[in-house]
């Protein structure tokens, strides 16, 4: 298998193309998994090419097993899932990307971004909902997003069937072949179960299933997010051993440090997601992850640009984007595009932007300073900008963070049309470990250390600072400092809207920002926006699913 750099996801861009029937049967059977139409449906595809023929060779599973990556960061029309109902005039095929669909709701909902209020209501559909805090069971992004992640877990399940000792023997793959297909399918779960942490952490109680429920079965059903919860973990803890050991396999594929970190994340967060609190856990698994030969990375603006794929130090698993070979509106393209606007000079952020999403006063307002002079983390855009949103389609500064920039200050590669920006996605990296630590020994982990959780936060400001002048004191070290400090080391890296809630104050009027609630200076607003709304076109069609309170 090639490795899965950013610069080599032509790789995965050919599979696509090459395995465009096996697209096409995985979205048929992703109608009758996930939304449960009634009637028996056709499952042989016109074409002629079944998965018998797909999975065939040792090569068609490589080609199979590349799918399941490229699902992370590739596009198609109707969001991924080939659904008639979502049609291309609400979610275009630049919208249908995973990170966008997924970046959209974990931080145009909080503090840290606030999107344009001009921008077109066609396309992006339900764009404006997620800053106001109001969005209803039929908003076409919240449908977006559940359904991209439940047809990668589709896809998932689907590879994982295939790679079953029946179909290899049929199938006459003996030997070496043999023992590399096996080795996938560790790969094959974590994906799985990192789309299911998904959905917990955004829908909380979806529809479920696994490669043991038949295609064309029974309806599927209703997992409760405990139960979820509870899957998940026992997945992950299965997988431990069974995936590659931390930094040992290729860039861009899961080992067992993404294992750990997503533990480490759950269990930061299982008294929202079970009632239950784990710090205990969350600092075992944390642990693991900083003690698996992971590092920082010298420069923390580094972990943003166009080469960031050098950081192999730090990132734990990335999304990994192509500017090049693998172009789409969604994924790190979107990001920078739709954070920069024609003002910004393109030496800054290497493109000329869209004028779309921009930042409320509360993220910047956490740095010394706006220019990044004192803490280099402070990356905003403020020339003849107001910090304060009155008018929600020019107003606030621009975050900066991520860039189409090289290391060494050339420009990424750029295509006309917006195209090109090749920045990826670290879904877990090693600062966040440092801030999962000290907060599960803040809340009372009796198995962590404050003096170790200390220096952690310590590491994190000197690499902020360039030297010791940012460190803070034992005394300083509270929750409220660590969520301020989660919002210094890792905004616009999809993480806010999970933190806020996991600290009340999401919804609650105990902490507010610009235009929350769609009140130009904030308001609380409802708890059932804790957890959105599952999508109604699903609990339609699926007679076991039961809406979230108060939608």
Partial sequence: MPVLTSKTVQLIT???KQYIFIISFCLTLCVLSFSSCKKTLDLKPTNGVTVDVAY????????????????????????GAGRPDISTTV?????SDFLRMFWNVQELSTDEAIDNASWNGNTDAGLHDFHNLNWSSGNPMLQGLYIRSAYQILLCNEFIRQCSEDNLSKRGITGASADTIRAYIPEARFLRAFQYWVLMDCFGNPSFATEKDPIGGSLPPQIKRADLFNYVESELKDLENKLPAPKSNQYGRAD?????????????????YTG????NDAVTYAKKVIDGGYSLESNYSWLFLNDNYKCTNEFIFTINYDGQNSQNFGGTNYIVYAG????????VIGISGWGGNR???NLPNLFPDYNGTTDKRSQFFITNRKIEITNRSTDGYAAIKFKNINRDGSAGYSQGGNLGVGVDMPLFRLGEQYLIYAEAVLRGATNGNATTALNYINALRTRAYGNTSGNIGSSQLTLDFLLDERGRELYWECH?????IRFGKFTSSTYLWPWKGNVETGTGVDSRFNLFALPAMEVSANRNLIQNPGY
Wanted: glycine share 10%; charged share 20%.
């Fill in 14 to 16: 050919n599979y696509m």
């Fill in 56 to 79: 065939s060779t040792p090569e068609g599973y490589k080609q199979g097993f590349a799918k399941m990556y490229g699902a992370f960061a590739l596009t198609g029309n109707q969001g």
């Fill in 91 to 95: 979610i275009d095929e630049g919208n």
């Fill in 256 to 272: 067992r440090g993404a294992a750990w970190a997503l533990l480490a994340r759950m269990y930061l967060n299982a008294q929202v």
């Fill in 276 to 279: 239950t609190a784990r710090y």
């Fill in 340 to 347: 920069a606007a024609s003002d910004i000079p393109v030496s």
């Fill in 359 to 361: 930042v409320t006063k």
């Fill in 496 to 500: 806010r809207r999970t933190d806020l």
